[in-house]
């Protein structure tokens, strides 16, 4: 599986911007997937999680500012971050579970929900957001 993120850069207080993930390897409506943001010296922090029956979870004190999805035709993962704020700044990570197959999608939605890194195996090289 490999994952790649693009839409990064440097933007200002207040404005919005879309990160995209495309995927190889794997359909994204297929598994439970996420991004993930992190600051030097951080860990990495759960920001979004979007499972295949379309159940969403969202990082805690983020607000409603963010927004995950996806276009399993075009098979790729996005996230919406509006009002973006100097704390926003980040590399911001794509990551995927295991495609379910015959797993039970409720056990893969109880283990994402938690927006653990560790309990994602797959991951982008990341791109950069700066907010100033």
């Known amino acids: 599986v490999q994952l790649v993120e693009s839409g990064g850069g440097r933007v200002q207080v207040g404005d919005s911007l879309w990160l995209s993930c495309g995927a190889s390897g794997q359909e994204v409506g297929r598994s439970c997937m996420g991004w993930f943001r992190q600051v030097p010296g951080k860990e990495r922090e759960g920001v979004a999680i979007i499972c295949p029956d379309g159940s969403t979870s969202y990082g805690e004190n983020l607000g409603d500012r963010f927004g995950i999805s996806r276009d399993n035709a075009k098979n790729e993962l996005y996230l919406r971050i509006n009002a973006a704020r100097r704390e926003d700044s980040a590399i911001y990570y794509c990551?995927?579970?295991?495609?379910?197959?015959?797993?039970?999608?409720?056990?893969?939605?109880?283990?994402?929900?938690?927006?653990?890194?560790?309990?994602?195996?797959?991951w982008g090289q990341g791109t950069q957001v700066t907010v100033s």
């Open positions: 990551a995927a579970r295991a495609a379910i197959g015959r797993g039970d999608p409720l056990v893969e939605w109880r283990i994402s929900r938690r927006r653990r890194a560790q309990d994602f195996p797959y």
